[in-house]
């Protein structure tokens, strides 16, 4: 089933699920960005609570990550089940969580180069790592970043209040990015902004990886650590450029399943914008001894409480 929804020289699909249906999907978005948002969160608690993470610059980059995910986590969740209850929403509150969704989106890629670049200073300027590496420098770096990640989405805000009447902001819409930022002009805005920024990171984890690769035939548990770090960081990398190409992997499959589109956008959307948000405490919350530790006893402890 499907409703249309028209405003001034637009129109877009909006397909409904039976209610059984939508009750099931909601319900597992849900608890998956329950569980994930509740170790994340411990993550951060553990972090605040303890000065050996919050005056390393390594630690701080890592939990600015990890909040990132919450961001991105809770807001495909709220957009998610609101779309599901009101199928619409209200245009400018679309777009307030789209700029906070891109924003964090983008801040991940960029957060991922800045690590790299931190772990190749560790191994490859030991001696240096302390001076260039400070806990002031890294909250400037991360304030930094969220410079940039603007860039990229307040042109879009600005054409749009430029452009669209006072009565397209009190409409609703399906809270997708092209059904509020339309202007043709956008679109290849920003393919060039994500492929520039991938580009760079890319490069930055391929310079940073074979340098410490080098500095790793001394056989150093520190160098080989920081080599695996860094494809982690490749990998989770691969796992962001997904969110770029979402719209691609569903249009493609609809094309051969045009009558699973609803079952298609719902398993892409989880394994693009869910799982992915896993990775950052598994890998790095388990990795790590001393976050590790910590861990596990705030773990125990909740655990115990219930």
Known sequence: MSLSNN?????????RDTLSTAIIKNMTTVVLCI???????????????????????RYILYIHLVINDIILLTLFTLVQVLSYIMFTLNVSLC????????????NNPLALAVMSIECYIAICFPLHHSQICTVRKTYAVIGLIWVISSLSILPDLFVAL???????????????RENVFRNPGLAKKR?????????IVWLTLFYTYFRILFAAQAATA?????????????????????????????EGLTYFF??????????????????????????YGLRDKTF?????????????QH
């Open 222 to 250: 520190d160098a080989k650590k920081a080599r695996n770090t860094v494809l982690l960081h490749g990998f989770q990398l691969l796992l962001c450029m997904l969110t770029y190409v979402f719209y691609f992997i569903i």
């Open 162 to 176: 430029t452009t669209e009447s006072m009565d397209f902001f009190r409409s609703r819409v399906f809270c997708l």
């Open 95 to 106: 777009i307030v969580m789209l700029m906070i969704a891109v924003f964090a989106n983008l």
């Open 258 to 283: 045009p009558k699973g589109v609803l079952a298609i956008r719902f398993t892409i959307a989880i394994f693009v914008q869910v799982l992915p948000r896993l990775i950052s405490p598994v890998v």
């Open 35 to 57: 569980s994930i948002n509740y170790v994340n969160g411990i993550l951060v608690h553990t972090f605040r609570k303890h000065k050996v993470f919050s005056m390393n610059p």
């Open 292 to 304: 590790r530790k910590y861990l596990k006893r705030y773990l125990l402890c909740a655990l115990c």
């Open 7 to 15: 405003s001034k020289n637009f129109t877009t699909a909006v397909y």
């Open 191 to 199: 393919d060039v902004s994500n492929t520039v920024c991938l580009v």
